[in-house]
């Protein structure tokens, strides 16, 4: 799964793409694109707790982390997400303006999608959010490529 359309096996024994470090058996041309559409997610307020110097996740967290699982699985359940850097879009349809930053919003989705879309969220290189506003149905439009677009 990387950006590099020509890719070079510099290790065959292990097959490892020169270029991200991808194993062969997991390695996706450029174009290789994962679309999800996910609930809105709960505050990062609500989502991280705090307790005798310990971060943690709150219940409100690991359910919708659940959530995503569920809807990764449903989608997906053949992928085991990406290893190598992917360029996320987050489309957030929303029934109201926040009155948070977005900021808050991608921190909690790139964290509910880490372990199903992608091993680690280090490996997003580019991230493109966009917010509407459309009161009949909130959700967010997920859309996850190898490399970068």
């Known amino acids: 799964m990387c950006e590099h359309v020509d890719v070079v096996w510099h290790n065959k024994t292990r097959g490892t793409c020169k270029s991200c470090g991808a194993t062969k058996r997991r390695h996706a041309p450029p174009e290789y694109r994962v679309r999800l559409e996910l609930p809105i997610p709960p505050s990062a307020n609500v989502y991280w707790r705090h307790d005798r110097g ?73 991230l493109h959010m966009f917010p509407r506003y459309e009161k009949g149905r909130p959700r967010v439009e997920v859309s996850i490529q190898a490399g970068r677009s």
């Open 54 to 126: 310990v971060t943690h996740l709150s219940k409100a967290a690991k359910d919708y982390k659940e959530q995503v699982g569920w809807a990764w699985m449903a989608d997906h359940a053949a992928s085991q997400g990406f290893d190598c850097p992917v360029s996320v879009t987050l489309t957030c349809y929303m029934k109201y303006p926040r009155k948070g930053d977005l900021s808050n919003l991608e921190k909690v989705l790139l964290d509910s999608l880490q372990g199903y879309a992608f091993q680690d969220d280090n490996l997003v290189h580019e």
